[in-house]
Nanobody, 122 residues
Framework: EVQLVASGGGSVMAGDSLRLSCTAS?????????MGWYRQAPGKECELGDL??????????YYADSVKGRFTISQDNAKNTLYLQMNSLKPEDTAVYCC????????????WGQGTQVTVSS
């Protein structure tokens, strides 16, 4: 059974940092085409949320313009864990953050993790 378990969210002040983690089971990262983070308003499906960042199997990294220079995505294949280091947080970063896996052969998210809430106060 595939599971993605996200953690690391919290309530912080503007300018603070958080590191989100997403541990996968049921598959290994080298089986996935891409791993990524999405964010969505609380109470809404992450599948309808905004793409924040992705990292591909061959190391290509994408960031949404709104987080470039502040967020860093990385993964530890030995731990099968995806990370999102978030620095210089802004109130507009407030959201539920979900991790996701895009498996071959079809492009698109195949597995979603549960969200972790990030709240940034001014």
């Amino acid at each position: 059974e595939v599971q993605l378990v996200a953690s690391g969210g919290g309530s912080v002040m503007a300018g603070d940092s958080l590191r989100l983690s997403c541990t996968a089971s049921g598959f290994t990262f080298d089986e996935a085409d891409d791993m990524g983070w999405y964010r969505q308003a609380p109470g809404k499906e992450c599948e309808l949320g905004d793409l924040v960042s992705t990292i591909s199997r061959d190391g290509y990294i994408y960031y949404a313009d709104s987080v470039k220079g502040r967020f860093t995505i990385s993964q530890d294949n030995a731990k099968n864990t995806l990370y999102l280091q978030m620095n210089s947080l802004k109130p507009e970063d407030t959201a539920v953050y979900c991790c996701a896996a895009d498996m071959p052969p079809v492009i698109g998210v195949d597995y979603w993790g549960q969200g972790t809430q990030v709240t940034v106060s001014s």
